[in-house]
């Protein structure tokens, strides 16, 4: 063999090492903390609040009730700007819950025109409720200015907090026929339906004919649910029927975990991650309700397909909430 040949060869050596090496560190070191840029839009538009098509006035960010989800890992910097639109009527605010910030400054509203920005540093993993602040704090959320921010533990998975094979986000809200009647908003009098994720019955093909869209999963699959009450007044007691939550993790926290759930009892503003496993061996479903009859029969029912031929692209990535 050439000298020069040899030489190459150990070359090569050294560098498939090095680049060994170097995946190897990649994989083991913890994910680095970042900054993320979360810009977002304060708007007051029309949103179609069911299957068939009816529309409501809404406010809501980014145009859709509910806004875009946030998704961080823990120690991120959030870096968040609010811009309100020169066209809205009203001031709007960003309260994040999973933020640790000053409620006179960073949460302050702005006027139509303005801008408001500021940064926190996400230190608690979970998941959290975020939401519009500007008096009437009530109409604010009524009308659909509230989303969710999930904080991924630095941690990553482990036994006790195991990698999901789907998830979804659920979010609860009540519909007021006049979301501008304070008295009804206090009173709790007058509201019409129970949304998910912004529409009544959104994903449940039994009761409203109109669905198009229902949460899916493969038999024996771990699903997480990422749940939100953003009612104005009413706890949500989230069952899933024909199942029981393998773990509950109270405010999304691996740290907090219930074993064996039938009903958990989420309170106004709480956000909580609910993990379900199907029986593997044969198709079923659940049905995902607050089992709060009134809130059930104004739409709060949302069903889960445990189905072989599940769609394989819902529950991951962008798909974990289902416009
Ligand atoms: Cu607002």
Redesign the pocket.
């Known amino acids: 063999m050439k000298f020069t040949t040899r030489c190459k060869k150990l070359v090569t050596a050294v560098v498939f090492i090095v680049n060994v090496f170097i995946g190897l560190t990649l994989l083991t070191r913890p994910a680095l903390a970042e900054i993320v840029k979360v810009t977002m839009h ?1 708007m007051e538009n029309k949103v179609v609040i069911d299957n068939k098509g009816t529309t409501y006035d809404s ?1 809501n960010f980014d145009g859709a009730m509910p806004g875009p989800v946030v998704r961080v890992k823990e120690g991120d910097t959030v870096d968040f700007t609010l811009i309100n639109d020169k066209t809205n009527q ?4 960003m309260d994040f819950h999973a933020a640790v910030v000053d409620v006179l400054s960073e949460f302050t ?1 702005v006027k139509p025109g303005e801008t408001s920005h500021y940064t926190f540093q996400a230190n608690y993993p979970g998941v959290f409720m975020y939401h ?3 008096e009437s704090m009530a109409e ?1 959320i009524a ?1 659909g ?1 509230f989303g969710i921010i999930i904080v991924d533990p630095k941690g990553g998975y482990n036994d006790a907090y195991p990698k999901p094979d789907r998830e979804y986000v659920l979010i609860q809200s009540q519909l007021f026929s006049h979301a501008s009647d304070h008295h009804a908003l206090m009173e709790n009098t007058g509201w019409k339906n129970a949304l998910i994720n912004g529409k009544v019955f959104h994903y449940d093909p039994v009761h409203d004919p109109n669905a198009t869209l229902s949460l899916q999963a493969k038999p024996g699959e771990l699903v997480r649910v990422y749940f939100v009450n953003a009612n104005i007044n009413m706890p949500v007691a989230l069952h899933p029927i024909a199942g029981i939550w393998e773990r509950v993790y109270p405010n999304g926290n691996p740290k907090n975990i219930l074993y064996g759930m039938a009903t958990y009892n989420v309170a106004v503003s709480e956000a909580s991650t609910c993990d379900i496993v199907s029986p593997a061996d044969h198709a079923t479903n659940n049905a995902i309700v607050d089992h709060t009859m009134g809130a059930a029969h104004r739409g709060a029912i949302t069903v889960l397909m445990n189905t072989p031929d599940a769609d394989p692209k819902l529950g991951k990535g962008k798909n974990i909430l289902l416009r």
């Open positions: 304060a406010w009203k001031s709007h605010s509203p519009c602040g500007a604010h009308r200015m």
